[in-house]
């Protein structure tokens, strides 16, 4: 989706209320991926720790089928994120990293509730209304079935395309949130260290 024409520079150079950031960050340059492997073994090494701590324990099926949903639906929210921040800091002439950063702040603040919402409707919709068999949130039937983890995992997706569709949308209505998200970060001048606090945000 474009966004709107008053945070695209005119030609001749940038205009003078949003300034190109000559030293933006590079959310796919060496340092950002190493940061990325970095965390993602993390989130991995926490999820086996609370799997230690649960009681009682579910069984390994079970829990890799309802991680491996977290850790798919991760994925393509960050991959989206990465997408619209790249996309967007080209088209604006921002910082990749403000666009990244304000998805992030939107994602873990109103798009938990959106999720939530769009979820649970689904959720309801197909199993309860339709009657529909494998749709029912970490239930995957006796013996555990795979086509009931792709079916909860493709409503899940489904949930998260929802939201960033409408974070997508609230960019485009309210230009302003951009000078909001340099202002939270303009703390931060070294952009190593600013990546490294933005890819551990949504630890």
């Known amino acids: 989706m ?15 209320d949003y300034p190109v950031d000559q030293t933006s960050c590079q959310l796919l340059g060496p340092t950002a ?3 990325q492997g970095m965390m993602g073994i993390v989130v991995i ?15 390994w099926r079970i829990w890799l089928f309802d991680v491996s949903k977290q850790i798919v639906g ?28 304000l998805n992030i702040l939107l994602d873990t603040t109103i798009g938990v509730a959106l999720i939530y919402l769009v979820l ?11 009657m529909l068999k494998g749709f029912e949130s970490g239930q995957y039937g006796s013996p555990p079935s795979f086509k009931f ?23 485009a209505l309210w230009p302003g949130i951009f000078k909001l ?13 600013l990546q490294v606090i933005l890819y551990a945000l949504p630890l």
């Open 45 to 59: 090494a926490s999820l086996l720790f609370k799997r230690q701590r649960e009681k009682p324990k579910r069984p």
């Open 149 to 171: 983890w792709i079916r909860q995992a493709a409503v899940y997706v489904f949930a998260l395309t929802s939201m960033k569709l409408l974070v997508v949308a609230l960019f």
């Open 181 to 193: 998200g340099e202002w939270l970060l303009s703390w931060l001048g070294n952009d190593d260290v």
């Open 33 to 35: 991926l190493i940061v």
């Open 2 to 16: 474009p966004l709107p024409a008053a945070t695209i520079p005119p030609e001749g150079g940038p205009p003078e």
């Open 120 to 130: 649970h409707i689904a959720t309801w919709a197909l199993a309860e209304k339709l």
């Open 74 to 101: 991760q994925m393509f929210v960050h991959g989206v994120n990465v997408f619209i921040s790249d996309v967007g800091s080209h088209r604006s002439a921002g910082n990749a990293c403000v666009f990244y950063f």
